[in-house]
C-alpha cells in the first residue's frame, strides 16, 4: 500500500469509484486474474490526467483499461493501479455523417448509433467485443475493415500529461498498431466519419457477420477473441489447426474446438493454464511450420 498515493486519490476521485484488491477476473473477458492493489473508474479527461499524474508522481505502476477484452492478467493480479476508461466516458455523439465517441464506448454500442443514424462503414467492428479506445490504439479490424478505415481524428493524453489531437495520418495506423501504441498515448476521444447508407442495408450486413461470429466463433465461452495475430502470408487459426492441436488443453484452458484461433476458457482455467497452453501451442506451429505466431492479447503482471 503506498499512502501518499492513498492518501492523495482520495482527494481526486470520488470514493465510491476507487477499489482496492479489486479481482481482475470480473473485468476481463477470459474471466481470470488475480487482485488489482487499486481499480479507479474516472469520468472526466481531467480526472484521468490527474490519476496518470499521481501514479507517476508516487512512482505507482499502472494500466489502462478499457473492458479487457484483449488482456491476460496473472494470477498472482496487478501490483499497481488499473485505471478504467469504460462505463463512465462512453458517450457518443453524432452530426451528419461524423459520430464522436468517448474512449470508453463499446464498438456494439457505436454500431448501433451507426445503424439508427443510417451510416454505413463501421458494420465490421460492430461486433468486436471492446472499447473504441482499445480498438484505436491496435488498429482492430475484423472481415475486411479496420479502424483505419473510418477514423478521422483521436484525442490522447501524452506520457507528459499534454492533451492532444492528432489527425489520421499522424496515428501510423498499421496490423494491429498505432502511434498511439508506440508513445505509450491514453485515447481519450475519437471521431470516426462514415457514410450515408441504407438503414435496411446496413442492419442485414450486421446480422450476416453477427452469424458468421455466432456460428464460427465459440462464443459460448470466455476468450480474448483471436489469441494470435495473423502471420504473414498464413492464418494463425489454420496452423494451429493443421498441426493437430484442435481441442488441446492445458488445465481449464483450451484451443476451441470450434475455432482453432481462439483460447478459451473451457473449466476454470486460470491465468497460467492460458499462458502455458499459449507457449505451448507456439512451440509446436514453430516446430512444424517454421512459424512464430505473435500473442495478440496482452499479458499484465507476473508470470
Not at 90 to 114: M, R, T, Y
Not at 248 to 257: K, L, P
Not at 261 to 269: P, R
Request: hydrophobic content about 40%; proline content about 3%.
Amino acid at each position: 500500500m503506498n499512502l501518499i498515493f492513498d492518501d492523495k486519490i482520495m482527494n481526486m476521485i470520488d470514493a465510491t469509484r476507487i477499489y482496492r484488491e479489486e479481482p481482475m477476473k470480473k473485468h476481463t473477458t477470459f474471466r481470470v486474474g488475480g487482485n488489482a492493489d487499486y481499480f479507479i473508474v474516472p469520468k472526466t479527461t481531467e480526472e484521468v490526467k490527474n490519476v496518470v499524474t499521481l501514479c507517476k508522481e508516487t512512482d505507482m505502476p499502472y494500466y489502462i483499461l478499457g473492458n479487457g477484452s484483449n488482456l491476460l492478467v496473472s494470477d498472482k493480479g496487478y501490483q499497481g493501479v488499473i485505471i478504467q476508461i469504460y462505463k463512465e466516458m462512453n458517450e457518443i455523439f453524432i452530426e451528419g455523417d461524423q459520430i464522436k465517441v468517448q474512449a470508453g464506448a463499446l464498438l456494439s454500442k457505436i454500431g448501433s448509433a451507426a445503424l439508427e443514424s443510417g451510416l454505413t462503414g463501421f458494420e465490421f467492428a460492430s461486433g468486436i467485443p471492446g472499447t473504441i479506445g482499445g480498438a484505436v490504439v491496435m488498429n482492430a479490424g475484423a472481415y475486411g475493415g479496420e479502424m483505419k478505415d473510418v477514423l478521422e481524428e483521436v484525442t490522447v493524453l501524452t506520457p507528459e500529461g499534454e492533451v492532444i489531437v492528432l489527425q489520421k495520418e499522424e496515428l501510423e495506423l498499421g496490423y494491429r498498431t498505432s502511434i498511439i501504441a508506440k508513445k505509450d498515448y491514453i485515447v481519450l476521444e475519437a471521431k470516426l466519419k462514415l457514410e450515408k447508407g441504407d438503414r435496411d442495408a446496413i442492419k442485414a450486413k450486421m446480422d450476416e457477420l453477427k452469424l458468421q461470429r455466432t456460428t464460427k466463433q465459440p462464443l459460448e465461452y470466455p476468450s480474448a477473441g483471436s489469441t494470435f495475430k495473423r502471420p504473414e502470408g498464413y492464418f494463425a487459426g489454420k496452423l494451429i489447426q493443421d498441426a493437430g492441436l484442435r481441442g488441446f488443453q492445458v488445465g481449464g484452458a483450451q484451443v476451441s474446438e470450434k475455432h482453432c484461433g481462439f483460447v478459451i476458457n473451457k473449466d476454470h482455467a486460470t491465468a497460467a493454464d492460458v499462458w502455458e497452453l499459449m507457449c505451448q501451442v507456439r512451440a509446436i506451429v514453430k516446430e512444424k511450420f517454421g512459424v512464430e505466431l505473435e500473442p495478440e492479447v496482452k499479458r499484465l503482471g507476473e508470470f
